[in-house]
């Protein structure tokens, strides 16, 4: 079974940093973009460090 993935768009990793600065659990962000909350998880694990433990939205689509 092939299946079609989709990166993520400037406008979704902002929303991902909103709602993420605002507490937001990553199952209510995934809801919110209609992505998978492993999307989310990825996304935030993939882009957060121990120099910038806040997700950035700028620094993440640069990488």
Known sequence: MKK???HL???ERA???IEHRK???IRTIA???GR????VSRELAR?????APRYCA?????A
């Not at 998978?36 to 999307?39: C, E, F, I, P």
């Not at 882009?47 to 120099?51: A, E, G, K, Y």
């Open 4 to 6: 079609n993935y989709k």
């Open 31 to 33: 809801g919110l973009l």
């Open 23 to 25: 507490g937001g659990s």
């Open 58 to 62: 700028t620094q993440a689509a640069s």
């Open 9 to 11: 768009s400037a406008e």
């Open 36 to 39: 998978s909350a492993s999307t």
């Open 47 to 51: 882009n957060c460090s121990v120099d």
């Open 15 to 17: 929303a991902i940093m």
